[in-house]
C-alpha cells in the first residue's frame, strides 16, 4: 500500500478549507481531486489555486468514482445532513466539529457508516498535536501518579473581530464552536466523562461584524462546567467568546498526586509542555518530536488515510466524537435546567500516535 492515496473531495471552501488546502501537501497519502460548496465561486478560487476541479454540487461530486473520502468543510448546522448525504452515496467521511448538533443525530450518523461499512471520523484532532501527544505518553507512563483535577480554559476573544461570517459560530455558541477542544484533548488523553453541571450566561449580547453590521447573541457566549470523569477526576471547562488576551488563554492544568502538567494550549501542537513536582520547580517537557507551529488540520485526513490504505482502526473515531456531543448537550440541558446531568456513551481511547509511543 506503500504508493497508494486516498483521493479527496472537499465539500465547504470558506475559512478553514484554506489551512486545509495549504496543509494537505504536507502528506503524500491524499491526493485532491475536487472542491464544491453551495456558493461555487468559492470553490472556483480555491481551485484555480490548488489546481483541482469543481463540482458544481455535492451531488456531482459523490457521483465521481475517483473520489474516496469526503471532507467535509460545511457550517456547524449542516454537518449531519452532508455527512448522511455522503455516507449514502458510499464515500468514507471525514468531518470538522461537531459531527453533528445534537446527540441522537451522531447516533443515527454512526449506525449508517456501520451499516454502509465506510469510515466515519471526526476533528477536533487537536490531541494528535507534537506537544498534546508528549503529554499524553507522559500520563500513559504515570508522571502525575492519580489524577484528581483538571482545569481546561478556551478564552477564544471575539470572533467577530477576524471571521468574515461570525454569526453561525454565535448562533452555535461558545461551547460547541471552541469548548469541544478541551473537551476532545481531555477525553481523548483521560477517557470519559459521567455527569456535568453546568452555568452559561450571554455576557456581550451586541456584537458588530467586520462590516459594521450589528447582530444580536442569543446562545451562551460563557460557559463554565464541572465534569466529572470516569477516571476519578474532576474537570473544571470555562470557555468564552470575550476575554481578550487572557493570561490562561486555551491551557490546561491537570493535576495529580506527583504534581501538576500544563499544557500551554490544547489546540497549539508547538507550544510548552510543563512539568511542576509537588515541591519542586517548574520544568519544561522536551516534546517527543519538533511540533508543528499552529495546529495542523490536515494531520486528522493522512491519519484516517493511513488508517484505511492499512486496514486498520482510526484514531479520531465517531464514537469519542458523539460521546463529547453527548456531553455539550447535557451541559446545555443544566444550564437550562440548573441540575446535573448523567452522561452514559463512552469511547476507546485513541492510541498514541505511531511516532509518540
Ligand atoms: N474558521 C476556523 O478557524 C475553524 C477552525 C476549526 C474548525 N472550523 C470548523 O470548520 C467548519 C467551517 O468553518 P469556516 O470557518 O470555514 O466557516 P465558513 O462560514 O467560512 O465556511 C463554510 C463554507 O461552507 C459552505 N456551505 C455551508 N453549507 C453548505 C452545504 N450544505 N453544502 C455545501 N457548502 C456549504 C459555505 O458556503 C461556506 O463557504 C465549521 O464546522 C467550524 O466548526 C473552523
Redesign the pocket.
Known amino acids: 500500500m506503500k504508493n497508494k492515496k486516498i483521493n479527496i473531495g472537499i465539500?465547504?471552501?470558506?475559512?478553514?478549507?484554506e489551512?486545509y488546502l495549504e496543509q494537505i501537501n504536507n502528506y503524500n497519502n491524499i491526493q485532491l481531486i475536487g472542491l464544491?460548496?453551495?456558493?461555487i465561486e468559492?470553490a472556483k478560487s480555491f481551485s484555480s489555486l490548488y489546481n483541482c476541479q469543481v463540482y458544481e454540487s455535492?451531488d456531482k461530486m459523490l457521483s465521481d468514482v475517483n473520489i474516496d473520502l469526503v471532507v467535509?468543510?460545511?457550517?456547524?448546522?449542516?454537518?449531519a445532513?452532508?455527512i448522511e448525504q455522503i455516507l449514502s452515496s458510499g464515500k468514507h467521511v471525514y468531518?470538522?466539529?461537531?459531527l453533528a448538533m445534537n446527540y441522537k443525530d451522531a447516533k443515527r450518523i454512526i449506525e449508517l457508516s456501520k451499516k454502509k461499512n465506510l469510515r466515519l471520523s471526526s476533528?477536533?484532532i487537536t490531541y494528535m498535536g507534537e506537544m498534546q501527544q508528549t503529554a499524553y505518553k507522559n500520563l500513559t507512563d504515570g508522571l502525575l501518579g492519580k489524577i484528581r483535577l483538571v482545569y481546561a480554559e478556551i478564552n477564544h476573544d471575539r470572533?467577530e473581530n477576524w471571521?468574515?461570517?461570525p454569526k453561525?459560530?454565535f448562533d452555535?455558541g461558545v461551547l460547541w464552536?471552541v469548548g469541544i477542544y478541551a473537551l476532545t484533548v481531555c477525553t481523548a488523553l483521560m477517557g470519559s466523562i459521567n455527569r456535568v453541571s453546568g452555568y452559561g450566561k450571554v455576557i456581550m449580547p451586541k456584537r458588530r461584524t467586520l462590516d459594521g453590521e450589528p447582530f444580536k447573541v442569543n446562545t451562551p457566549d460563557f460557559i463554565l462546567a464541572l465534569l466529572e470523569m470516569n477516571n476519578g477526576a474532576l474537570l473544571r471547562l470555562t470557555c468564552n467568546f470575550y476575554a481578550n488576551d487572557s493570561k490562561q488563554d486555551h491551557g490546561i492544568e491537570i493535576h495529580g498526586d506527583n504534581g501538576m502538567l500544563y499544557l500551554g494550549s490544547g489546540h497549539d501542537f508547538s507550544s510548552p509542555l510543563e512539568f511542576i513536582e509537588i515541591g519542586g520547580e517548574p520544568s519544561i517537557v522536551p516534546p517527543i518530536r519538533n511540533g508543528y507551529d499552529g495546529?495542523e488540520?490536515a494531520r486528522g485526513l493522512e491519519e484516517i488515510a493511513d488508517a484505511i490504505l492499512n486496514n486498520k482502526p482510526h484514531r479520531a473515531s465517531a464514537e469519542h466524537a458523539a460521546h463529547v456531543i453527548e456531553v455539550m448537550e447535557a451541559i446545555d440541558n443544566s444550564v437550562k435546567t440548573n441540575e446535573s446531568i448523567d452522561v452514559y456513551s463512552d469511547f476507546t481511547q485513541p492510541p498514541l500516535m505511531d511516532w509518540a509511543r
Do not use: Q, S, W
Not at 464544491?36 to 456558493?39: K, S, V, W
Open positions: 465539500v465547504g471552501c470558506g475559512n478553514i478549507a489551512k464544491t460548496d453551495i456558493d468559492r455535492l467535509n468543510l460545511t457550517i456547524h448546522h449542516a454537518h445532513e452532508v468531518t470538522e466539529k461537531p476533528a477536533p470572533i471571521h468574515p461570517n453561525p459560530f452555535v464552536d495546529t488540520y
